[in-house]
């Protein structure tokens, strides 16, 4: 029994993960009044070039990896490819002031093109039956503490998993302290209220828009680089990552714009998305009901933050609002 | 203060008013760039000769008569989500979940298609259907409008998780509904009896699907721009207080504009499971719940110019799947070229809007 507990609550926190990374970087750019609906395009695509990197690299080291090179390379790359992504993002709706939505919709459809095109195109190549396999990447992503295993389910639950489950941890923890704690937060969160008034306090509204939309996609590629390192084991398919990217942004509202909420909502998600595997009797239409709760749930932490009006639980004032300094 | 201000070179203001002509000149020029950019992107990462690529495009979607009307109906199907998003957007309520209550009106059609396929003749099941798939459309989009009108709930994000409530559950019915067993697809519904299928039209599979589209959109055309509702509509998109201000009640408003938008999503539910695909799957949108939002937007929410504009899409989509299958490149190659065009034609509205002047020297 406690041995099932474990194994489940592992599994949770592995599915949770990359929804932990996505909602954190979706956060952060809302928080500076961005609704950024390309967070699921900007996954695949930190995916993918985490995924190319590591290619790359492991066919230059033919078999002979460097541990420190084989990580440093795939998460510099992805970090650039989503950087790259969310800046698309950041000069249409910053500087160009365009609709948000449709510009987030537009990302969406490019990221996954770019993701299945690049992928599936190596994986074609150079894959075999179809699928590209990264598994050396993926060996070194997913080394534990070497003790994980001889502390049984304590082990299992808290220890068992490769270092980037930890980094995301450690980002909501150290985004959450920065945004209650610090001027810098401060700052961003009076840009994503009201950017007239930030403005007019004297804060460059730009510089934080570009860097809160910069970042939070940075940290939202990770996301989907954890799931193809860790996840699926250096597997690339094509569409693979499904609508996690979607589940990602609901997972901000469940968080009610908190990362530190996020950490312990991504692991429920997680559990929910999981939970069929572990109730018997269920059978497979039942698993599809299962996996509509995490969507229910957080239009019921939508709908009940609305009704009690809290000022502390509403979305960022200007969410989805464009900034000109001379409209009144 | 020993730093100096330096004075920008540039400096943006916002354009009083633009002649159309100039405006739809500035659109022409951004998708002729929009179109080279895409080309040089195919010639980057395939070698192959642009030519030839937009040559393949063009018979991809106009190449023989059946590709012909494949594009008009795919079309047609696009257009007609984008005719039920418009009134929302120009009363400035986000509804992206256009998918959902497309599927929704999917599932009530499959349902009805399935539970009274051989007890009713075929006339009488398409009426059942249509008032089924209309009333599950409109249900799906009134609960967030409600919930907006009364407590202000953000309807963007509602919608959004709709959709997947609705698709989630699609591939519920899709396991409990499945033919044959163990498949999880439930397969061409009626196909001995075509119970519940559109009628042919002159030999046209499509045609019906064609003609309610087209009605539609004249219909649109007419309500949003000579109709009290449409009036009222642009009020409350432009403002809010203005609206309340002179006496329109704008919670009744919000909620019988998205009523009126699921009601068309639910005909396009009808049109994919009655008139076009005669089975349900959590796919069965296609999409085109988010495209037709961009599709509306493009078009300056005119239903006349979202012909034009959905044709583009679609164009884009079957133009791109005819080189994937050509050139033999990965499919996924229609996403990334649409992505290009719309990021450039999103990018032009600024220039549209704004002018950049320079700063001039004082003194």
């Not at chain 1, 860790?230 to 509202?253: E, P």
Request: hydrophobic share 50%; with cysteine.
């Amino acid at each position: 029994m406690l041995s099932t507990i474990a194994l489940f609550i592992s599994r949770a926190v592995v599915q949770g993960i990359p929804l932990l990374f996505g909602s954190t970087g979706e956060i952060i750019t809302e928080k500076s009044g961005h609704l950024n609906l390309g967070i699921p395009g900007v996954m695949y695509v930190g995916a993918v070039s985490g995924v190319i990197g590591a290619f790359f690299y492991e066919k230059n080291a033919a078999g002979d990896l460097n541990p420190f090179l084989a990580v440093v390379i795939p998460l510099l790359s992805s970090l650039l490819g989503s950087l790259v992504m969310s800046m698309i993002y950041g000069f249409l709706t910053i500087t160009l002031r365009a609709n948000q939505n449709v510009t987030g919709l537009a990302l969406t459809t490019f990221g996954v093109g770019i993701g299945n095109f690049f992928g599936g195109s190596l994986a074609t190549l150079y894959g075999q039956g179809g699928a590209l396999s990264l598994k050396a990447t993926s060996d070194v992503f997913k080394r534990s503490l070497p003790f994980a295993g001889k502390l049984g389910a304590v082990g299992q639950i808290f220890f068992s998993y490769g270092f980037m489950a930890y980094l995301a941890i450690l980002v909501a923890v150290v985004v959450t302290i920065v945004l209650r704690r610090t001027r810098v937060g401060l700052n961003l969160r009076a840009v994503g209220e009201s950017p007239a008034t930030a403005d007019a306090a004297g804060i460059n509204v730009t510089r934080y828009k570009y860097g809160a939309v910069g970042i939070g996609g940075m940290i939202a590629g990770l996301g989907g680089l954890y799931f193809i390192m860790d996840y699926t084991c250096g597997v690339w398919s094509n569409g693979g990552f499904g609508d996690r990217g979607w589940l990602a942004i609901a997972l901000v509202i469940f968080a009610i714009w908190n990362p530190d909420i996020g950490i312990l909502g991504s692991v429920l998600f997680g559990g929910l998305y999981v939970v069929y595997l572990f109730i018997p009797g269920l059978g497979r239409s039942s698993q599809e009901l299962f996996k509509m709760l995490p969507y229910v749930v957080t239009l019921l932490v939508l709908i009940v933050t609305s009704l009690r009006k809290k000022r502390e639980t509403q979305p960022p004032m200007s969410l989805g609002l464009s900034y000109f300094r001379e409209d009144r | 203060m020993s730093k100096k201000l330096r004075e920008p070179l540039f400096h943006i203001a916002k354009r009083t008013g633009i002649p159309a002509w100039k405006a739809w000149l500035i659109r022409g020029a951004t998708i002729v760039a929009a179109l080279v950019v895409c080309a040089l992107f195919v010639v980057m990462v395939t070698d192959l000769n642009p030519l030839e690529v937009y040559k393949a495009m063009f018979s991809g979607a106009f190449g023989t008569t059946r590709k012909i009307w494949g594009t008009a109906q795919n079309t047609a199907l696009l257009l007609c989500i984008s005719l039920a998003v418009t009134p929302a957007f120009k009363m400035r309520f986000w509804n992206i979940g256009a998918e959902g209550q497309v599927i929704a009106g999917c599932i009530a059609t499959t349902a009805c298609m399935i539970l009274f396929g051989n007890k009713v003749p075929s006339a009488l099941l398409i009426l059942i259907m249509a008032v089924a798939s209309v009333a599950a459309g409109v249900i799906w989009a009134i609960i967030p409008a409600i919930f907006k009108a009364t407590w202000n709930t953000n309807e963007t994000l509602f919608t959004l998780m709709m959709n997947y409530i609705a698709i989630q559950f699609a591939s519920f019915l899709c396991t409990v509904w499945e033919n044959p067993a163990g498949s999880a697809h439930i397969g061409v519904i009626n196909s001995a009896t075509k119970n519940g299928w559109f009628p042919d039209l002159f030999g046209q599979k499509y045609l019906v699907n064609i003609l309610i589209v087209a009605v539609l959109t004249i219909a649109m055309y007419v309500y949003l721009k000579y109709s009290k509702h449409g009036y009222e509509i642009a009020v409350v998109g432009e403002s809010q207080n203005t609206a309340r201000y002179v006496g329109m009640n704008v919670k009744k408003i919000i909620i019988r504009t998205m009523a009126l938008s699921g009601a068309i999503c639910g005909v396009a539910g009808l049109i994919i499971v009655g008139g076009t695909d005669h089975t349900l799957s959590p796919e069965s949108a296609r999409g085109h719940g988010f495209t037709a939002i961009m599709v509306s937007w493009l078009a300056k929410f005119n239903p006349i110019m979202m012909i034009v504009t959905s044709l583009l899409i679609i164009f884009l989509q079957r133009g791109a799947s005819q080189i994937a299958q050509q050139f033999r490149l990965n499919e996924a190659i229609a996403d990334i070229l649409t992505g290009i065009i719309l990021f450039f034609i999103i990018g032009c509205e600024f220039f549209i809007h704004y002018e950049i002047k320079r700063t001039h020297k004082e003194g």
